[in-house]
């Protein structure tokens, strides 16, 4: 039924469930699954603040960047507030780096052989990037987590996952 699936990750908690949900499936049906992260250099300060709760280094909203002396020494001078492109940059595909392996330890633990799993990176705008990347691919389904927008931000904008459902031309799975 499914021999591709397209995993977008974003690191939050519902990514994960949403990799381990995905693992179930490829391995009962033995697709390969295709990990995709894109990277938003427009998102960084929320990337920052993101990774240090991935990493466990702080708390959210303890002063502008207290765990900075908290990460490696080498990614010390990528967190500081006047950061230059390439820093961002630097610092945008650590977190990427980051993020994915996180969610590829999910699929292996999960049954997904290292050789049903393949990894892209992208830069640009999330839902835009995954729809784009689930043609390319030719996946039979998109399983994704929801971060859970506000019910504010949701009708303003709307969210990645309801942008993805609605523009796929394969069926999702979106995992809360």
Known sequence: MFNRM??????????????????DLASKYAAEVVVLHVIDPARLDEAREHMAEVEHVAERGHGQYPWVANVPSELAAMLQPEDSGDQRQRMLEYLADKIVRRSTEQLHEHGVGHDRVRVVFKNGHAAKRILETAKEENSNLIVMGSRGLS???GALGGSVSHRIAHGADCSVITVK
Do not use: E, F, K, T
């Open 151 to 153: 019910d504010l931000m």
């Open 6 to 23: 397209l995993l977008p990750v974003d690191g939050s908690d519902h990514a994960l469930r949403a990799a381990a949900i995905a693992g």
